[in-house]
Protein backbone atom coordinates (compact mmCIF):
# COMPACT_ATOMS: atom_id res chain seq x y z
CA UNK A 1 0.00 0.00 0.00
CA UNK A 2 1.28 3.46 -0.66
CA UNK A 3 0.16 6.88 0.21
CA UNK A 4 0.15 9.38 -2.60
CA UNK A 5 0.21 13.67 -2.44
CA UNK A 6 -0.83 14.84 -5.33
CA UNK A 7 0.64 18.55 -5.85
CA UNK A 8 1.04 18.49 -2.62
CA UNK A 9 -2.62 18.60 -1.98
CA UNK A 10 -4.65 15.50 -1.90
CA UNK A 11 -3.84 12.35 -0.16
CA UNK A 12 -4.91 9.16 -1.67
CA UNK A 13 -4.23 5.45 -0.91
CA UNK A 14 -3.69 3.06 -3.39
CA UNK A 15 -2.93 -0.53 -3.34
CA UNK A 16 -1.28 -2.90 -6.40
CA UNK A 17 -1.98 -6.23 -4.46
CA UNK A 18 -4.49 -7.30 -6.73
CA UNK A 19 -5.17 -7.65 -10.25
CA UNK A 20 -6.19 -4.16 -10.73
CA UNK A 21 -5.45 -0.94 -8.33
CA UNK A 22 -7.56 0.28 -5.53
CA UNK A 23 -7.64 3.51 -4.68
CA UNK A 24 -9.06 4.84 -1.57
CA UNK A 25 -10.93 1.79 -0.99
CA UNK A 26 -12.50 1.38 -4.30
CA UNK A 27 -11.47 -0.60 -7.21
CA UNK A 28 -9.84 1.28 -10.25
CA UNK A 29 -10.87 -0.06 -13.60
CA UNK A 30 -8.85 1.00 -16.78
CA UNK A 31 -6.88 -0.65 -19.59
CA UNK A 32 -3.13 0.87 -19.32
CA UNK A 33 -0.54 0.31 -22.02
CA UNK A 34 2.70 1.15 -21.74
CA UNK A 35 4.05 2.63 -25.12
CA UNK A 36 8.16 2.79 -24.29
CA UNK A 37 9.92 3.18 -21.30
CA UNK A 38 8.43 6.51 -19.71
CA UNK A 39 4.77 6.90 -21.68
CA UNK A 40 1.72 5.22 -21.02
CA UNK A 41 -1.34 5.17 -22.71
CA UNK A 42 -4.74 4.67 -19.88
CA UNK A 43 -8.74 4.59 -20.75
CA UNK A 44 -10.67 5.05 -17.75
CA UNK A 45 -14.30 5.84 -17.79
CA UNK A 46 -14.45 6.17 -21.33
CA UNK A 47 -11.15 8.74 -21.26
CA UNK A 48 -8.35 8.49 -22.75
CA UNK A 49 -4.85 9.77 -21.22
CA UNK A 50 -1.51 9.97 -22.27
CA UNK A 51 0.56 9.53 -19.13
CA UNK A 52 4.74 10.22 -19.55
CA UNK A 53 6.84 9.86 -16.31
CA UNK A 54 9.24 13.32 -16.59
CA UNK A 55 11.40 12.98 -13.49
CA UNK A 56 11.43 9.65 -11.13
CA UNK A 57 13.81 9.82 -7.81
CA UNK A 58 13.47 6.73 -6.81
CA UNK A 59 15.53 7.93 -3.61
CA UNK A 60 12.92 10.47 -2.64
CA UNK A 61 10.25 8.14 -3.67
CA UNK A 62 8.53 11.57 -6.08
CA UNK A 63 7.55 11.65 -9.80
CA UNK A 64 6.82 14.76 -11.53
CA UNK A 65 4.17 12.88 -14.41
CA UNK A 66 2.58 15.02 -17.53
CA UNK A 67 -0.79 13.81 -17.89
CA UNK A 68 -2.14 14.49 -21.15
CA UNK A 69 -1.02 18.16 -20.82
CA UNK A 70 -1.25 18.90 -17.41
CA UNK A 71 2.15 18.62 -14.85
CA UNK A 72 1.83 16.86 -11.38
CA UNK A 73 4.44 16.71 -8.72
CA UNK A 74 3.48 13.26 -7.10
CA UNK A 75 4.95 12.34 -3.23
CA UNK A 76 4.99 8.05 -2.32
CA UNK A 77 5.07 7.17 1.42
CA UNK A 78 5.43 3.28 1.46
CA UNK A 79 4.20 1.37 4.23
CA UNK A 80 7.52 1.80 6.10
CA UNK A 81 6.91 5.61 5.66
CA UNK A 82 3.47 4.87 6.72
CA UNK A 83 4.82 2.80 10.14
CA UNK A 84 7.24 5.30 10.47
CA UNK A 85 4.88 8.73 10.79
CA UNK A 86 2.76 6.33 12.99
CA UNK A 87 5.62 6.49 15.35
CA UNK A 88 5.41 9.55 15.37
CA UNK A 89 8.97 9.55 13.96
CA UNK A 90 10.03 10.78 10.43
CA UNK A 91 12.76 9.03 7.80
CA UNK A 92 14.16 12.15 7.29
CA UNK A 93 14.58 13.10 10.93
CA UNK A 94 15.91 10.10 12.22
CA UNK A 95 19.69 10.98 12.00
CA UNK A 96 21.37 13.93 11.66
CA UNK A 97 23.74 13.96 9.12
CA UNK A 98 27.43 15.08 10.10
CA UNK A 99 29.41 14.49 6.96
CA UNK A 100 29.39 13.54 3.08
CA UNK A 101 31.66 11.10 3.01
CA UNK A 102 33.48 9.42 -0.40
CA UNK A 103 30.75 6.41 -1.46
CA UNK A 104 33.92 4.94 -3.44
CA UNK A 105 37.89 5.91 -4.55
CA UNK A 106 37.37 8.07 -6.97
CA UNK A 107 39.17 12.04 -8.65
CA UNK A 108 37.15 15.02 -7.37
CA UNK A 109 36.29 16.57 -10.86
CA UNK A 110 34.60 19.63 -9.63
CA UNK A 111 33.51 20.91 -6.15
CA UNK A 112 31.04 24.05 -6.08
CA UNK A 113 30.78 25.02 -2.51
CA UNK A 114 33.29 26.41 0.05
CA UNK A 115 32.92 26.39 4.22
CA UNK A 116 29.82 28.71 5.53
CA UNK A 117 27.38 28.19 2.05
CA UNK A 118 24.02 27.36 3.12
CA UNK A 119 22.69 24.17 0.67
CA UNK A 120 19.71 22.31 0.51
CA UNK A 121 18.76 18.36 0.74
CA UNK A 122 19.49 17.05 -3.35
CA UNK A 123 21.45 19.92 -4.21
CA UNK A 124 24.72 18.73 -6.21
CA UNK A 125 28.23 19.61 -3.89
CA UNK A 126 30.89 17.53 -6.13
CA UNK A 127 31.18 15.21 -8.79
CA UNK A 128 33.58 12.28 -7.88
CA UNK A 129 35.25 10.40 -11.38
CA UNK A 130 35.00 6.81 -10.47
CA UNK A 131 35.76 3.83 -13.08
CA UNK A 132 35.63 6.21 -16.56
CA UNK A 133 32.20 7.38 -14.65
CA UNK A 134 31.38 10.91 -13.54
CA UNK A 135 29.06 10.44 -9.78
CA UNK A 136 27.45 13.81 -8.70
CA UNK A 137 27.59 13.52 -5.38
CA UNK A 138 23.97 15.83 -3.66
CA UNK A 139 23.60 16.70 -0.35
CA UNK A 140 21.60 14.39 2.10
CA UNK A 141 20.54 17.10 4.07
CA UNK A 142 19.67 20.90 4.47
CA UNK A 143 22.37 22.29 6.13
CA UNK A 144 25.52 24.80 6.64
CA UNK A 145 29.24 23.99 5.03
CA UNK A 146 31.52 24.09 8.00
CA UNK A 147 34.82 22.11 6.58
CA UNK A 148 35.54 21.08 2.93
CA UNK A 149 38.21 19.13 3.93
CA UNK A 150 39.22 17.87 -0.32
CA UNK A 151 39.80 19.98 -3.18
CA UNK A 152 39.29 19.79 -7.16
CA UNK A 153 42.36 17.02 -8.76
CA UNK A 154 42.48 15.44 -5.48
CA UNK A 155 42.14 11.38 -5.29
CA UNK A 156 39.80 10.47 -2.33
CA UNK A 157 39.36 6.63 -0.67
CA UNK A 158 36.30 5.05 -0.04
CA UNK A 159 35.02 6.42 3.28
CA UNK A 160 37.33 9.74 3.23
CA UNK A 161 35.60 12.62 4.74
CA UNK A 162 34.83 15.50 1.77
CA UNK A 163 32.92 17.58 3.46
CA UNK A 164 31.73 18.58 7.26
CA UNK A 165 28.49 20.15 8.12
CA UNK A 166 28.02 22.61 11.00
Known amino acids: MFRASVDDQESIEIDFSGDQPVVNGQ ?3 WDLVR ?3 RTF ?3 HQN ?3 TAEILQLDQAEKTVSLKINQSIHQIKLKDR ?3 LLE ?3 MSSANLTKINDIKAPMPGLILSLSLQPGDVIRK ?3 VLILEAMKMENVIKSPADGT ?4 RINRGQTVEKNQVLVEFQ
Request: glycine residues 8%.
Open 27 to 29: PLP
Open 35 to 37: LND
Open 41 to 43: HII
Open 47 to 49: RSY
Open 80 to 82: FDL
Open 86 to 88: QMG
Open 122 to 124: GDP
Open 145 to 148: IKTV
